[in-house]
């Protein structure tokens, strides 16, 4: 194998989503270091995070139990009135015989944010009492990890369309659950914008020693397409650390973080046939999920099915626009974007097409970000089935297009992790050398 010996990988920080190599440096307070090919942000300085990050993470832990097991709502409705925590509707969910909904309702709502809050208090603790347990990077890779799992807060969105669409028609009532739950969501959203994963890592590997150092220029000359790849260095995408393969080639044949003890590969592996079976599985999935009833509304002992699309309608029909909209959005324009925007990546690649490749890349991160927001849905009906509970009077019950539903949830955010843009750019770096030099035909 034809190996390329590295320039010193402390000196550089490589893109994660267009693995160009830029040059190490420490931002000052307030800004931050972008990759001027994609826009990805690279670094930016922050302080007192490990502090601030246990604090959120205690205070959190110490709302969970009562904001999980406490009721929330309460909904009534000639006399007749329906109680319940967020456990109850998902054991709702098990009951109506859907398993596979209501264990994904149960984790990403109370198992994985419990996780996440233990997780970021022991390894914050940690570091501020300065012990370095050898397994305490893994911890805070799995921690990273459940970051895009954790979705109260589109829970919390559920709850306030389900209050919405019933607002008027059966009286509603606030119980302490509810502000518990709220002020659970605010800690959990507040603790991940405070965690500044650099500094984190940083003082891991350095069991405590945070410093960014300004490092003397590398006199080694970088290879003409400047990324990481060809300067043979590989990017860890748990940590961000960059190890130089030179060092390692004869060693070993796979190779590891050093920093957080990752596998290391130059490309996500099997990404394009991973990603291409994801996106092609939700495509298919989105058929049963959008032409099947996902709830069964029973009025006055007349059942009437309803899809997602006939929701929506009824909304639209209601005058309730804004929430149509939310809906809208969250259940059609999400997952299709979603399955769109992967496809043209994907074909970006295939076909070696590689233009606007800065407004994909944005997009590809717009997708990451967007992921979970199409869950609300099936929060809301997993509400709406639990408390709207009247017998014969009025009830609602889930319909099978929920599991599907769910499944192209979950079939698109692993596609997105699957997904690798770098590869896009490489169509680009490989176009550049193929068009400027016809003296070295010889590839990476
Ligand atoms: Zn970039
Ligand atoms: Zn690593």
Not at 56 to 79: D, K, Y
Request: aromatic share 10%; charged share 15%.
């Amino acid at each position: 194998m034809h190996q390329v010996c590295s320039p010193n990988p402390d000196n550089f920080i490589a893109c994660p989503d267009c693995d160009l190599l830029v040059a190490k440096i420490n931002p000052p307070a307030g800004y931050k270091s972008q990759c001027p090919r994609c826009g990805h942000i690279l670094l930016h300085h922050c302080r007192d995070t490990v502090s601030r990050s246990l604090a959120l993470a205690v205070a959190g832990l110490l709302l969970f139990l009562p904001a999980i097991f406490m009721p929330l709502l309460t909904f009534q409705r000639l006399g007749m009135s329906e109680t319940g925590n967020i456990i109850q509707t998902v054991v709702k969910f098990f009951d109506q015989g859907y398993s596979f909904v209501a264990l994904a309702v149960f984790l990403s709502t109370a198992i994985f944010p419990l996780l996440k809050l233990s997780l970021l208090a022991f390894v914050s603790l940690c570091l501020k009492i300065q012990r370095y347990p050898v397994w305490l990077g893994k911890l805070f890779r799995l921690h990273n990890h459940l970051d895009e799992w954790t979705m109260v807060e589109v829970y919390l969105l559920g709850i306030m369309v389900t209050i919405i669409k019933m607002y008027g028609s059966t009286d509603i009532h606030f119980n302490t659950g509810a502000f518990c739950f709220t002020g659970l969501v605010v800690l959990i959203m507040a603790s991940s914008l405070s965690v500044c994963r650099e500094s984190f890592w940083i003082l891991i590997e350095g069991r405590g020693k945070h410093s960014f150092q300004m490092l003397h220029a590398d006199n080694r000359p970088l290879q003409e397409a400047g990324t990481a790849a060809a300067n043979g260095l590989l990017l860890c995408r748990e940590c961000g650390k960059l190890s130089s393969t030179c060092m390692d080639v004869h060693e070993e044949k796979e190779w590891r973080c050093r920093r957080c003890s990752a596998h290391l590969h130059f490309r996500k592996p099997a990404s394009l046939p991973r990603t291409w079976a994801l996106v092609i599985s939700a495509a298919i999935l989105m058929l049963p999920a959008y032409l099947l009833p996902i709830m069964r509304v029973d009025f006055l002992g007349i059942p009437r099915h309803s899809t997602i699309l006939d929701g929506i309608k009824i909304f639209f029909q209601d005058g309730s626009y804004a929430i149509a909209l939310i809906i809208l959005t969250a259940s059609v324009f999400i997952p299709v974007f979603k399955v769109v925007g992967l496809a043209i990546g994907l074909l970006t690649i295939n076909l070696s097409r590689p233009r606007f490749l800065r407004q994909k890349t944005a997009m590809f991160r717009f997708i990451g970000f967007i992921g979970k927001w199409s869950m609300l849905d099936i929060f809301v009906i997993a509400l709406l089935a639990f408390f709207i509970n009247f017998g014969f009077l009025t009830s609602i019950e889930t319909a099978p297009a929920a599991t599907y539903f769910c499944l192209v949830v979950i079939t698109t955010m692993l596609a997105a992790l699957t997904f690798d843009p770098r590869l896009m750019w490489d169509q680009l770096n490989a176009r550049t050398e193929r068009s400027e030099n016809t003296t070295h035909p010889g590839e990476q």
